[in-house]
């Protein structure tokens, strides 16, 4: 068994490459710029028209539970008797 290292990247205990994580704060910040320049973002108008779809879906959500909440207390109080 040898215990020679091959290369300046190399850990403490053994021959793997050191992660990119252990690479500091600056290799992070660089990694993050790269890939922010990647991203394709959206146009305003498509912004817009995926929050309303989004706003819609919710209140089309709270009207289903509100729904469900007066039906089924209404069903509870006349089962159990409590006045309504």
Not at 19 to 26: C, Y
Not at 60 to 73: E, P, Q, R, T
Request: proline share 4%; aromatic share 6%.
């Amino acid at each position: 068994m040898s215990t020679a290292t091959t290369g300046s990247n190399t850990g403490e205990g053994g021959n793997l490459p050191l992660p990119k994580s252990r690479r500091g704060i600056k290799g992070f910040y660089s990694e993050v710029v790269r890939e922010m320049k990647k991203v394709n973002w959206p146009t305003k108008k498509e912004t817009n028209r995926l929050t309303g779809v989004v706003m819609a879906i919710t209140i089309i959500c709270v009207l289903i539970l509100l729904g469900f909440g007066i039906v089924f207390g209404t069903l509870v109080s006349l089962i159990t008797g409590s006045g309504a």
